[in-house]
Nanobody, 126 residues
């Protein structure tokens, strides 16, 4: 089970840090990702960290502003979001891969992920 926290309301230019905790699985043995879904839109990839490495991937619009990280000791993953924009407003979901070791391009796809959190809402005002 994955549980996100840290969402909220922030003005444009501000920062938030999302956290995802896990029970019943170990982050260190999984690839992990963050996705988001804005009202009326499809869920989209935001960031990912490849299993067993520190390789990270980001969608173009968040590069240089968002950082994905993990804390294996505490079985948590994070998404640090800086310089937030109104278009970042969405429900943010954390996810982890299942068994296996997906290739790098797979991390951008929703279907790669086996476990999902319930989401946390981020609202950025202009």
């Amino acid at each position: 089970q994955l549980v996100e926290s840290g969402g909220g309301f922030v003005q444009a230019g501000g920062s938030l840090r999302l956290s995802c905790s896990a029970s019943g699985l170990t982050f260190s043995s999984k690839g992990m990702g963050w996705f988001r879904q804005a009202p009326g839109k499809e869920r989209e990839f935001v960031a990912a960290m490849r299993k067993g490495t520190s390789s990270t991937y980001y969608t173009e619009s968040v590069k240089g502003r968002f950082t994905i990280s993990r804390d294996n000791a505490n079985n948590r993953m994070y998404l640090q979001m800086n310089r937030l924009r109104p278009e970042d407003t969405a429900v943010y979901y954390c996810a982890t891969t299942g068994s296996g070791n997906p290739i790098s391009s797979a991390y951008f796809r929703l279907s790669t992920y086996a476990y999902w959190g319930q989401g946390t809402l981020v609202t950025v005002s202009s």
